[in-house]
């Protein structure tokens, strides 16, 4: 079984706090790897969050290849952090030759453009980078503003120390970052199948199973042109989310209607049976099934969780004054938060939505 989790707070903090997070419950993880998405960023990165950064993995042809794309589009590269790494003899590590992590200003044209312009254009120059990953010269993970993730493949520990993680400092932060340590196990362990999962400023982990993938993955593929790879059944949360929200521009809740719908019987008593019958008839291919637990970030990096129709996996939500952390084992929050007040922890149910905005109130939306 997986172990997801994530935090957000009021300050920027380190991705330490991350690895200590999931540190804790390690037996609950095979050390096949460790990923991470961080919104919201400090250090270096505060003063450009209008702009995207690109985040990869490459050889040095495929960053030679990328900048070139980049640069034939009109993207102008403002800022370059390639993190200091340390390779010791026995880590578990399968290292690329390259990682980096470079800001962009736009090109000339779109420097007027609306915001939906932009993110489109950000989206198509990532689609064309996944090209690179066919013969594993460069994965492209994330090309957004205000956002860097980071993936690899080894045992997590070992991560942390050949990137230098362990040890915080003030030009790595932000103050949301998820994270997860397994790869995808079920199916080929290729870097792009590790949580979390990026698209268009959303970000989606999970803890379990998503049995009717197939199904997901059938009506997925024709939805939008973003959705693609399906490296991981757990993928289908990511793009169902994408769609509900940001496609159809619904509210929050009704993602958890369209994954997890109510009964026939409990559509019959509610107000709003007719929107409830036409979501299950409709987009009755998005729904999910099996065990799992689903934490996901939104654009303005709002956070919430929710789990399957019969709560088979478990989740807990910890906060105290400054940072709500997310957690698929209490041991991860204890680990970082072992001064706040245990008794307002809050275990979600099967039919809820937990959601953490800006300033940090804790909301439970029942569905």
Aim: aromatic share 10%; with cysteine.
């Amino acid at each position: 079984m997986c172990r997801i989790g994530a935090i957000k707070s009021r300050n920027y903090i380190h991705p330490s706090q991350a690895l200590l997070l999931m540190q804790s419950q390690q037996k609950g993880h095979d050390n096949s790897g460790f990923a991470m998405v961080m919104h919201d960023l400090g250090g270096i990165f505060e003063g450009y969050k209008h702009l995207p950064t690109l985040s990869m993995a490459c050889t040095d042809e495929g960053l030679k290849i990328a900048e070139d794309i980049l640069h034939a589009a009109g993207f102008q590269r403002v800022l370059q952090w390639v993190p200091e790494t340390e390779n010791r003899p026995g880590l578990d590590i399968i290292a690329m030759p390259n990682y980096v992590f470079e800001t962009f200003d736009y090109p000339r044209p779109y420097k007027k453009a609306s915001k939906e312009e932009k993110e489109e254009l950000l989206l198509d120059i990532r689609l064309t980078l996944r090209a690179l990953e066919e013969d594993e010269k460069g994965f492209v993970y994330s090309f957004w503003p205000d956002v860097v993730t980071l993936k690899e493949i080894g045992d997590p520990r070992d991560i942390g120390t050949y990137f230098k993680l362990w040890e915080p400092d003030d030009n790595f932060t932000a103050r949301v970052i998820t994270a997860q340590c397994r790869q995808n196990t079920n199916y080929d362990i290729v870097r792009y199948a590790a949580h979390p999962f990026f698209l268009q400023g959303y970000t989606a982990l999970a803890n379990g199973e998503n049995t009717f993938y197939l199904k997901n993955v059938e009506m997925q593929r024709e939805l939008h042109r973003g959705y693609i790879g399906f490296e991981s059944d757990s993928q289908c949360f990511l793009y169902s989310l994408h769609y509900v929200h940001r496609e159809l521009k619904w509210p929050l809740i009704y993602y958890k209607h369209v994954i997890t719908p109510l009964s026939f019987e409990d559509i019959e008593m509610r107000d709003d049976r007719e929107q409830l019958l036409a979501i299950r008839q409709s987009l009755a291919h998005l729904e999910i099934n099996g065990p799992n637990t689903i934490i996901g970030v939104l654009p303005d990096n709002s956070l919430f969780t929710c789990c399957d129709a019969k709560k088979l996996r478990p989740v807990v939500v910890g906060r105290t004054e400054d940072t709500v952390v997310v957690s698929s084992e209490v041991c991860g929050i204890n680990e970082i938060l072992p001064g706040r007040n245990w008794e307002t922890d809050i275990y979600p149910d099967e039919r809820e939505i937990v959601f953490i905005g800006d300033n940090l109130e804790v909301q439970r939306w029942k569905q």
